[in-house]
DNA sequence: TGACACGATGTGAACGTTCACACTAAGGTG
DNA sequence: CACCTTAGTGTGAACGTTCACATCGTGTCA
C-alpha cells in the first residue's frame, strides 16, 4: 500500500474481505445489507469490519454509483446567526432522510462566490442550495444548466430555468411592517439598507419602498446603507438619524442592523419606541434580549431549510431537474417592545 | 455515458482531452499548471474546458492522490453564532492555504456525534476538527487512532495520544470571572451550568468552583443546570435565585444562558449589575446588545480557528499525526454593564 | 554523423468501490 | 433422473483522475 501523507493508512474493502476470506462483492453486499448473504457470511465480515475498524470511502462509491447521498449547501455569513439557523434546519432535514449535508461559507472575494459553489460541486454532490444569492439570474442559469444536479435558491424569488427559488413574500412583509409602524402612529419612516449584495436586496427594498410611499403621506423614505452588521447598522443608524431628524421609525435590513439602530438610538439619548420604533427582518434568536425587545419579520428558517432539502431530494428522486418553481414564504411579524 | 439521477451529465477529463484532440494527460498537465506543455496546446485544452464547462473531479482525484485538500469540522450548534464565528474563522484559514473545510453540525442523536465524525471521515476528508467534545478521552483515543488522519478537538484541553487539543485556559478564565465579580463587592456567587456534555463542562465547572471556594467566604457556590440556550439559563436562573435569595452574581456557562439570567432578573425585578451581577463565556458579538450589555470572558473564536486549522495542516504537511499536544488559550474578560 | 539531452505528448495501471454477470451447489418439480 | 430455480458467492469492468513510465521528435555538441 502507498503510504498517505499522514502516514496512517485505512483499511480497504479489500483487506476486510481478506480477513473474513471472501470476496469484496461480499462485503459489499454486506455493507449494503444486500439479503441474500449466509447469516454465518455475514457475522464473519461484520467482525471482520469491526476488528479493523473499516471504514466505506464515500468517494470511491459516489465514484461508480453517481451518487453521494450529500447536499452540498453555502451560505453567506455563519456569523450571523439567522443562517445558522436555516443551516442547521437543513441538516436535521438531511439527516432525516438519510442524506449528509455538507456546509460552506460564501467566499465573497472567490468571483462573488460562485467560486465557492464551483467547488462545492467538484465535491460530487448530488445538489446545492444556496442563501443568499449575489449572482444575477443569467450567472445563475448558466450555472444551474452545467451543474449537473439540482439547485435550490433560498432568499430570494427568481424565476429561473432549472432552479427552485425560495423566498419569503417581500411585498407581505413590507405591508406587515410598514402597516404595524403607521398604525402605531408613526409617519417618517427610514430604511437601513444592505449596501453589500444589490442582488437579494433589490427586492426588499423595492417592496419596503413601495409600502412606505403607499401608506405614508411623506413618501419615499430616507435610506442608509452599510454592511448588514451591528456596528454598520449602528453608524448607518446615527447617519440617518443625524441628516433626517423627524424619523420616527427605522427598518433594519436585517436584524443585526435594527440592533445597531438600537444601539445608535441609545447613543443619541433617543428613547424606543417613543421617539423612534425599530423593526428588523429575519426573527434570529437574539431579538429577544435587547433592549428593547426587537420586532421583526421572522422568516421561518426551519422551514424554509426544510422545504429547501425537500426540493432538492424531489429534483433526485424524479430524475428531472426542478423547473423554475419559485416557494413563496409567508413572513410574520413578531411585534415585541421596540415598536 | 451512464445517466445521473438527475439527468444531466458532466464532461470528463476525456471527453476535454477529445474536443482539444490531446490524451488525458495533457488535460490533466493543463488543469495541475504543468510546465511542459506547449503554448498552443494548452490554450486548445484551457478552450476545451471553457466550452464544455468542464470541472475536475475532485472525488476521483482524491482517490488516485490520496489527498483532498479538503478538512472536516463538526460543530455542536450553529444556532449559537460562538460555533458559527469559529466555523467562519477556520473557513479563511482554509481558504488562505488553498484548502477547503467541510462543515458539519455534530449530531447529538448519531451516537453522541461519533457518527457524525464517522461520516466526515467517509467523504475523505485530510484531517478532522470538531468542537466541542462530548467524547471521553478513550473514545477520542480510538477514533483517533483508526481515523487515518490528524484530529484537533476544540474546546478541552487533553493530553491524548494523536490528538491536538486546543482549549481556553479554564482556570485562569475562572479566576478573571471570579475575581472582577469579588472585585466589585459581590460575595454569594451561583453558576449556570450546561447540563448536557458533561465531557465538555466539567473543565469549567472545576476550575469556577474552586476560583469561588477560594474567594469567596461562603465557600461551595450553588449550582443550576440547564442547556445552553436563553430560555433554559433564563429558568435556570429563577430556580437559583429562588433557592438562594442571597445569591448576588450568577455566572452563566455561556453568553446564551447568561442572557437567559439578565432576562430572569428583569423577570424578577432584580436590579442588573445591583442586586445581581451577570457574566458569561464566550464574547459573542450579540453580547453588545444586551440590557445591560453582558460582562463576558472572550475566547478568541478567530485565533482557535486559525490555530486548529494550522495544528492541521503541520500534521499533514510533515506526515506525521500531531502527539497529544495542548494548546491553551488565554481568555480575557470583556467588562460591560452587567457586572 | 552519431550520441545524447530535453521538450512535448501518450499509455497502462492504480485508487476503492459497485454493477452486471457468471458460477456453483443444493433443493424442488415433473 | 433430468431440469429448473434459487441462495450464496466470485470476477471483470467501470467510475474519473493521476502517477510512472514510455515514446517520439528536434536541437546541440564533440
Chains 1, 2 share one sequence.
Not at 405614508?216 to 448588514?228: M, Q, S
Not at 441609545?266 to 431579538?287: K, M, N, Q, T
Amino acid at each position: 500500500m502507498r503510504e498517505r501523507l499522514s502516514g496512517i493508512d485505512r483499511p480497504t474493502i479489500v483487506d476486510v474481505a481478506k480477513v473474513a476470506d471472501v470476496s469484496r462483492q461480499t462485503v459489499s453486499r454486506v455493507l449494503s445489507d444486500h439479503p441474500r448473504v449466509a447469516p454465518a457470511t455475514r457475522r464473519r465480515v461484520e467482525e471482520a469490519i469491526e476488528n479493523l475498524g473499516y471504514r466505506p470511502n464515500r468517494m470511491a462509491r459516489a465514484l461508480v454509483t453517481r451518487t453521494s447521498l450529500t447536499f452540498g449547501f453555502a451560505a453567506v455569513d455563519m456569523r450571523n446567526s439567522h443562517f445558522g439557523d436555516t443551516c442547521s434546519g437543513m441538516q436535521s432535514a438531511a439527516r432525516e432522510h438519510g442524506y449528509y449535508l455538507v456546509v460552506t461559507e460564501l467566499d465573497f472575494d472567490d468571483d462573488r462566490g460562485m467560486g465557492t459553489l464551483e467547488t462545492l460541486l467538484t465535491l460530487g454532490v448530488d445538489g446545492v442550495a444556496f442563501f443568499p444569492s449575489f449572482f444575477a439570474d443569467k450567472e445563475i442559469e448558466l450555472f444551474a444548466a452545467t451543474s449537473g444536479c439540482p439547485v435550490v435558491m433560498i432568499g430570494r424569488e427568481a424565476k429561473i430555468p432549472n432552479v427552485v427559488s425560495i423566498a419569503m413574500d417581500e411585498d407581505r412583509a413590507a405591508d406587515l411592517v410598514v402597516g404595524h409602524l403607521v398604525d402605531t402612529g408613526k409617519r417618517r419612516i427610514g430604511i437601513l439598507m444592505n449596501e453589500m449584495f444589490p442582488e437579494v436586496v433589490h427586492g426588499r427594498f423595492v417592496a419596503l419602498q413601495r409600502a412606505v410611499t403607499e401608506r405614508t403621506e411623506v413618501g419615499n423614505p430616507p435610506v442608509e446603507a452599510g454592511h448588514p452588521k451591528i456596528q454598520q447598522g449602528r453608524n448607518a443608524t446615527k447617519k440617518l438619524l443625524t441628516k433626517h431628524p423627524d424619523v420616527d421609525a427605522v427598518i433594519g435590513f436585517n436584524d443585526t442592523m435594527a440592533m445597531g439602530a438600537l444601539l445608535a438610538c441609545h447613543d443619541l439619548g433617543l428613547r424606543v419606541p417613543e421617539d423612534v420604533a425599530v423593526v428588523g427582518y429575519d426573527g434570529i434568536s437574539f431579538g429577544a434580549i435587547t433592549n428593547p425587545p426587537l420586532t421583526t419579520i421572522v422568516q421561518d428558517s426551519i422551514g424554509m431549510a426544510d422545504a429547501a432539502f425537500k426540493a432538492l431530494l424531489a429534483a433526485v428522486q424524479n430524475g428531472t431537474p426542478p423547473d423554475g418553481e419559485v416557494v413563496s414564504w409567508q413572513p410574520e411579524l413578531l411585534t415585541r417592545g421596540s415598536t
